[in-house]
């Protein structure tokens, strides 16, 4: 062991078992580079081609979560010296992310050829932020965190922008980097403090150093508040939500439907790990605040909804207020485990519904601009029957109706509540649930619309590719068996629930 | 402890006269010869020859970017230098792949001609 500057050094390697621990996130960064190298020997009109390999590559990785999730037993273990997790939590949460990023491959080449788009940077920086997303999700370490928050950003702010022509797309880009990096510095800041305040980087190391009894650390709440600022823009919560809409709005509908899902799974999952089980003998500190955003998103989320004229605004604010109803599973997690699982239930059921209503504006856009304006849906389901049952059944379990993914996961965030005796905050969410579904319905209903005598038809619906098809036919089953299959997910979340942080002990 | 830090106030000090100081003494033992050209904005002695917010090519900034990878991956190789002999194999490989990486980039930039200057 050699001294540089008084600080021990490890000079300790790590083993094959260590990359066994990273093998999704390893195939998927490898596929990153490999889909960067193909796009300079693949010909334009064989682009289709990228959306294969990475369905491959994305695939591949899918089947090393599941994998994972057997071989990494009820507790889990920690790779890479502390620095990432390999237990249930990342293995349940890879594969929600892996499952958006497939859906948006298949739907994505039809859409970014009637737009025009179709460049082969687009999979690889799929890819790239997949790869950010997947290490969020496993980190138990400081600087893990931080680096794949800018992975997955950086890549998104780039993909937000992939509409290089149009003003929309350019404002969106700018707003998401600039924003976006603003956020990043309260997290670091956060971070420091943290750091500074504990002396550890590792979430398991913190935990250990706060849980000891003592006088109160004003810095180290000021840290844990500020980290949480950052992962509360990742999830667009209110008050940290002002550039949701403008970036769902801009941004090609393809990027949106991909960044509207996995960005919020990943982040709700690096909180759940941090809040829910490192910083949780701090439980009284932070708890209170994160009541206060998840109140705040609902209400925000669910009236700025009401008086939206843009599907993709709707969905970007109905978005904030879903991020509001899994906050309060996160909020109560630490007193009642059925607040986390709650979280994780409802992640999945969001990830499911949510992609979904987006694939279908995205497989309905054609030339020209996107589909966005209500007025482009009104009468869709006389002429597109299957794809507006599909919308009407994804905003149904949106807006929480009984035998959807929606209802079940409102349900257990709202037990959640008031099995930890905070019976207020479930009945705000019920409330605003109830406000939640007169917007939702309008939007249904709109496609039943039939047209004046002699109205010209508002929108050209582009035929339906059997991928694009496929894509919405596959989320509304998912939507379809997380509402009526409940016990299989719920087991799943409870195994996922139990050890959020291998190492602690 | 606190007196430690003695050393740096006095520099501050030092610094304050001698950015006071100079100027200062400048402009009471000078001459002073005003003319049109030396009211306009100094670069590096040369006279200005039209306004400075203009429209840069776009090249400056990919070549700033491209220059900001390679100056971190020297940043990266520096420390790895003082330790690769206990690292071992293992610290080759783990370098080996990273660069391979930033080499790939390289090769995908050539290709779709970032590097050709018009």
Known sequence: MSMIAGLPLATATPGGGDLVGLLPEVIVAVGFVALMLMDLVVPPSRRSWLAGATAAVLAGAFAMSVWGWFDAGPAGRTVYFGAVAYDRLSAFVNCVVLVSSLVTVMISPGYLNRRGLHHGEYYALLLAATVGMMLLDAATSLMVIFLAIELLSISLYILSGFARDEER??????????????????????MALVYGETGHTQLAQIALAMSHPGPLDPLLVGGVILMFVG???KVSAAPFHFWTPDV????????????????????????????????????AHWSSVVIAVAIISMVVGNLAALTQTSVKRMLAYSGIAQAGYILIGVAVGVAVPLGVQGALYYLAAYAVTNIGAFAVVTVMSGHGEDLDSYDHLRGLWFRRPYVAAALGFFLLSLGGFPVTAGFFGKFLVFAAAIAAH?????????????????????????MFQRREEGEEQPYAWPRTSLLGGGAVAATAAGTLILGTAVPLLLTVVQLAQAGTLPGAT | MLSDYAPILVFLGVCVLFGAGVPLLSSLLGPRRPSAEKDLPYESGIVPVESARRRFSVSFYVTAMLFIVFDVESIFLFPWATIVRQLRVFGVVEMGIFILVLLLGLVYIWAKGALTWE
Do not use: C, H
């Open chain 1, 422 to 446: 905070n019976v207020a905050l479930a009945i705000w969410g019920i409330g605003t649930s109830a406000v939640s579904i007169f917007y939702y319905l309008r939007v249904a209903l709109l």
């Open chain 1, 169 to 190: 797309s350019q404002e969106a880009a700018i707003k998401y980097l600039l924003l976006g990096s603003f956020a990043s510095a309260f997290m670091l800041f956060g």
């Open chain 1, 231 to 233: 992962f509360a823009f």
């Open chain 1, 248 to 283: 769902y709005q801009g941004a090609p509908v393809a990027v949106t439907t991909f960044m509207s899902v996995a960005t919020k799974v990943a982040a709700f999952a690096v909180l759940i790990r941090v809040f829910d089980d490192a910083f949780a003998s701090y439980y």
